[in-house]
């Protein structure tokens, strides 16, 4: 019996460390900072110091606004898994539209899927790229999930999410800095986020030769309470934007940072989900040391809704209730700060955020 349950325990060890090296061979695991691939055509024109547009937007793996999924509801019981293909090929269509439309020269994309089951393995970066009427020669990405197979029941599946940044000029670089993950056991942790922020360089001719600029794409996290995370990724992010300060190198961030505005009373929200957020939300350093695209006043005034950036797919929101995506600059000078609401409630659980810049 002793040698029998020997065996069996060795088997059931071989067998887990097996799937354990499996796992980890078929998930990510970037470095703390690491160079990421710039894919930009020969003839891309270089950026003279003109202004630029820049437009920051969370696209929701075009997933569209006709599902509850399972993370849209507290308790995790979102009734739907996946949108339709139907689904993601309308969305698609509606990004690139308001993209065409606006004509921005830096694009900020969160939440792109790309190889991920749930959205029948496409290349959501290509599928945009495919429908823009402008032209954009430069893109660079980095993934903050990917997986061959990820367990988890409402998966079940491969995944890819990544952010993506576009440029009509020529990008020098790219490079991917790690974000602090939320704590978890060592198994989970291989299939969580790895969230991160995405530097682009593009550097500038003219009156400013020799000079570059730094754009910022980053998407934090989301589900982390009880923990020091949300803290630890704005710590990280403001490491990283102090450095570009101190080496005077212009710099504009955006993305979705999931934190109310300093001074927003979370109770201003639904009960069940003022959970998500602090009273003294771990956004306030960013607002203080740098430029926001709305300030503190704008943000919690008496025309805060025109500056809100979420319309969550749960059916307790009737409408965009919050701010939760920035824009934040340092070394230019805002000509121009919006969110563009209007025509963009049907497309993602988050709106598009557009900011004019102009070297001083």
């Known amino acids: 019996m002793k040698r029998i349950a020997l065996s069996i325990i060795s088997f059931l060890l071989i067998l887990f460390a097996g799937l354990y090296t499996w796992a980890r061979l078929t998930t990510l695991h970037p470095a703390e900072t690491q160079e990421e691939t710039v894919s930009c055509a020969a003839d891309a024109p270089q950026w003279d110091g003109r202004p630029l547009k820049v437009m920051s937007w969370n696209v929701q793996y075009m997933a569209g606004k006709s599902y509850v999924f399972f993370y849209d509801l507290p308790d995790g019981s979102g009734p739907d898994e996946r949108p339709s293909h139907e689904e993601i090929e309308k969305t698609t269509l509606e990004v690139a539209r308001i993209i065409n439309d606006e004509r921005p020269d830096v694009i900020l994309l969160q939440e792109l899927d790309d190889g991920a089951s749930k959205t029948d393995y496409r290349d959501q970066l290509a599928d945009v790229l495919g429908l823009l009427t402008d032209r954009y020669p430069c893109h660079a990405s980095a993934f903050y999930m990917k997986s061959t197979f990820t367990p988890h029941p409402h998966i079940r599946g491969a995944t890819g999410m990544k952010l993506s940044t576009i440029s009509r000029y020529q990008m020098s670089k790219a490079i991917r800095h790690q974000l602090p993950t939320i ?19 593009i550097p500038t001719t003219g009156k400013e030769a020799k000079k570059e600029a730094a754009f910022l794409n980053t998407h934090t996290d989301a ?17 990283i934007l102090s450095d570009l300060k101190a080496q005077g190198i212009p710099f504009v961030i955006g993305g979705d940072f999931n934190l109310l505005p300093p001074d927003f009373a979370r109770t201003e929200l639904h009960a069940s989900v003022q959970v998500y957020y602090n009273d003294e939300t771990e956004i306030a350093p960013l607002f203080k040391d740098f430029a926001p695209g709305a300030t503190i006043e704008q943000l919690t005034g008496k025309d805060r809704a025109k500056y809100f950036t979420a319309y969550p797919n749960n059916p307790i929101a009737s409408g965009p209730d919050r701010t939760i995506d920035y824009l934040f600059y340092d070394g230019f000078k805002m000509n121009r700060y919006y969110v563009r609401q209007h025509d963009t409630l049907k497309i993602s659980d988050h709106l598009p955020l557009v900011g004019e810049f102009a070297l001083p």
């Open 223 to 239: 589900f982390a309470q009880g923990t020091t995370t949300m803290q630890d990724q704005i710590d990280r992010i403001h490491g």
């Open 183 to 201: 704590p978890d056991n060592f198994v989970v942790k291989l299939f969580n986020f790895k969230r991160a922020v995405l530097e682009v360089r």
